[in-house]
């Protein structure tokens, strides 16, 4: 928070319950970064980008998820309203993930990162390889 000065002006608490403050402990914003921002959030987010998927499709498209992380993620953003749960009343049981208009905006803007990340990863790569040699030497 910054120091009040003569240009400060504090904003009302509605506003800031409403909004948000990442950087408060007990903001419940944290809540909705951790599961966006977790790496099987992220993935499960670029993976609905392409339209509705069955879990057993959205298994196979994200290489190394477990059947547990996946279900419990899909639990997370569907509660924070980014992913819609489809149930159809057939035998066997099926089931769609597909992204509410909020999750395609998250969606939207995790792909950001995550490309921008595969762009720079050469980049990041000399970094660890620096890091590696200097440990050595």
Not at 24 to 31: I, K, L, V, W, Y
Not at 51 to 63: A, N, V, W
Not at 87 to 112: F, M, N, Q
Not at 125 to 130: K, N, S, V
């Amino acid at each position: 928070m910054p120091e009040p000065d003569d240009d400060y002006i504090p904003l009302p608490l509605s506003e800031r319950m409403q909004r948000g403050d990442l950087m408060a402990a007990a903001c419940p914003s944290r809540e909705v970064l951790k599961h966006v921002t977790s790496r099987w959030g992220v993935l499960v987010l670029i993976a609905l980008e392409s339209g509705t998927l069955r879990f057993s499709e959205l298994r196979r498209t994200i290489g190394g998820v477990s059947e547990r992380m996946l279900a419990q993620t899909l639990q997370w953003l569907e509660g924070d309203g980014l992913v819609k749960r489809t149930a159809h009343d057939v035998v066997p049981p099926h089931v769609d993930y597909s992204l509410t208009p909020l999750g395609r905006e998250a969606a939207e803007k995790v792909r950001l990162l995550a490309d921008w990340i595969e762009f720079n990863l050469p980049r990041i790569a000399e970094g660890w390889a620096d890091r590696q040699n200097a440990a050595v030497d």
